[in-house]
């Protein structure tokens, strides 16, 4: 039985040709394609410091979360490693569970904790760790299960969507399952297409998830943002804001807060 450690010990492969241009880089694209992860990590912490303050500080947890997914997919891409695999799903996990008990809003909540926002923090601690031990028993299917969880936040947005009339916000659900879903069709392509990419030597779809999924979060992120700021602070105004401008076509989104006296 090969080492956890050892190279190619998982039993997920992507389509990209293994060790193509370095005999220590099993896929090279993928690999470096999760650079994304850790320039956007640190520049949202800071552009969300002003919001995290406010809000909620476990925000940057998030954002490290996000970090270390990046750190642990070149890890697992770079070796194909069983280690470097659950390293990876696993930060997925709780970075999904910490976005969860934040901006979760409680209308959602089961109702027998009846909107207390410390017991569902709790209960989403217990289903992150279960389901963290469980990732051991089949790792073959941790990933869709991870993309299905998604699938939950996508209905949640929807039902925000209905509900709002804010032109911002209805914007940026539009723009985050768009992208989300163009993210997780070139996902699923390239895991269950491989054969056809192959014959047409296109290897690159799971590289272009990497680069898609890492601006859907931050996208994400200020969605949920918007839509938990109408239940959890009603005295304030949040605008968002994209980085480096926002008068450029292509940015990355923020929340600004503007304090006023409107009435929930």
């Known amino acids: 039985m090969p080492s956890i450690f050892a190279y190619q010990s998982s039993e997920v492969d992507w389509c990209e040709s293994n060790f193509q241009y370095s005999e220590l880089v099993a896929e090279f694209y993928n690999t470096f ?40 997919s070149m890890y697992f891409h770079m070796t194909l490693s069983f280690l470097g695999q659950l390293l990876d799903e696993i930060a997925i996990l709780w970075l999904l569970g910490s976005g969860y008990s934040i901006w979760m809003p409680r209308c ?57 009339s804010n032109k911002e916000l209805r914007h940026l659900i539009e723009v985050s399952v768009v992208l989300w879903a163009v993210a997780l069709t070139s996902w699923i392509s390239d895991r269950l297409l491989c054969s056809f990419w192959q014959r ?3 290897f690159y779809l799971h590289s272009i998830w990497h680069v898609l999924i890492s601006i859907t979060f931050p996208y994400g992120m200020v969605t949920m943002a918007l839509v938990d700021a109408n239940y959890e602070m009603p005295g304030e105004t949040l605008k968002v804001r994209y980085w480096p401008r926002d008068s450029w076509p292509v940015g990355l989104p923020y929340v600004e807060i503007r304090g006023d006296d409107k009435n929930c």
């Open 33 to 72: 394609t999760n650079i994304p992860f850790l320039i956007f990590g640190p520049l949202m912490i800071l552009l969300m410091y002003p919001y995290a303050q406010k809000r909620s500080r476990y925000i940057y947890v998030f954002w490290v979360l996000f970090m270390i997914i990046g750190l642990f």
């Open 108 to 164: 959602y909540f089961p109702s027998f904790l009846e909107g207390n926002r410390s017991q569902f923090i709790r209960l989403v601690f217990i289903t992150t760790m279960v389901s963290t031990l469980l990732s051991f028993l089949r790792p073959t299917v941790n990933a869709y299960i991870l993309n299905s969880i998604a699938l939950h936040i996508v209905y949640i947005v929807c039902q925000e969507y209905r509900k709002t």
């Open 200 to 202: 047409i030597h296109f």
